[in-house]
């Protein structure tokens, strides 16, 4: 990663976000933000900040999201929502090559090259980022370079937003990862009351920063956005056990707690789709109906289904219990063995959308102990 040095932070007047908007897109960008649909604050396109979240708030616990209207001013006094910057990276559904057969009867095998555009997402919370390095080190850095995720990676520029007000399900100051980001943005914005606290994090971050002339941030605004955000890690109630649960989860294969959630889990792999960090799929063959074509799709998959531990003539997992159990070990434990650190970076989002409320926090802790 490269380590860029920040120059001073500057603030930006919320009334001046819109030249921010208007400066991405200037530079050939399209721009996402959060804006409520469905019920939800997801990433959608965005030309002006009127369709930013304003004055909405979010109301998260287990198995439940709902918004409220908050009454304040702020555009980003929310905790996530459904969406990573996952789907925009890892396509929940993509060809990855398709086969077209000639007249002659041949095959000819053809890559399929996503067509990515330059995007700017503005909102990102640390979490995000964190899960973004995971999935880098994932696709990006292994003995094969995903080129799909790759070509849309080259082109995302982030505008990362500090978190000041998480969601009872949030608990990303225990896994390290938030509620700050600290590394992977192009521009970090803290929102205050008058408007924003803005950092470089990129060349190109600072470059569209300074083009705005914005004047530094005072002493007294750089307080309140740190106190802001400590204030924002205390109030989280819930945490994992420990930082690393490998050793504790494997010694404990065999717990009772495994059949106990396995009787409340509906293995619907939601959790799995909403966490940003998952990168498990399944390719197949999609043909035409006349014969001449096939595409080779991949889609996201999930631990949780019958498919994905089926082995030639049987599958490795075919219970609840079994596939729970493989869901919290490999997140919480062998991926310290692949990459060096928990999967999980305390989003939250397994405990809002789950649909009958399982806490992965609650489930470590009652196998592995409160201090594991
Ligand atoms: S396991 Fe749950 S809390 Fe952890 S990163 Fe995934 S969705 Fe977020
Ligand atoms: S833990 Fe919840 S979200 Fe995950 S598969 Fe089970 S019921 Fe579905």
Known sequence: MTVFASPVPLFLPRERL???VDALRGSGRRCLGPRVRDGAIVYDWLTDVAELPTGVADVQLPGSYRLERSGA????AWATGPQ???????????????VVRGDDGRLAFRE????VQPLAVIGVRACDLAALALQDRHFLQGPYRDPYYARRREQLFLVAVGCSHPASTCFCASTGDGPRPQHSFDILLEELDAGFIAHGGSSQGQQILTALGLAPASEAQLRLAQAESEHAAAVQTRKLPSRNLRGALFANLDHGRWDEVAQRCLTCGNCTSVCPTCFCHSEHEVQALDG???EHLREWDSCFTRGHSHL???????DTRS????WLTHKLGSWHDQYGRSGCVGCGRCIAWCPVGID???????????SA
Request: contains cysteine.
């Open 292 to 294: 001449q074509e096939s």
């Open 323 to 326: 596939r729970y159990r493989q």
């Open 312 to 318: 030639h003539g049987f599958t490795v997992r075919p």
């Open 112 to 115: 399929v090259v996503p067509d």
């Open 84 to 98: 990573a910057l996952k789907p925009l990276l890892f396509a929940p559904r993509e060809a990855l090559w398709r």
């Open 18 to 20: 819109q030249a921010l």
């Open 73 to 76: 001013g702020r555009q980003f």
């Open 360 to 370: 992965i926090t609650e489930e470590a802790t009652a196998i592995c102990g409160q």
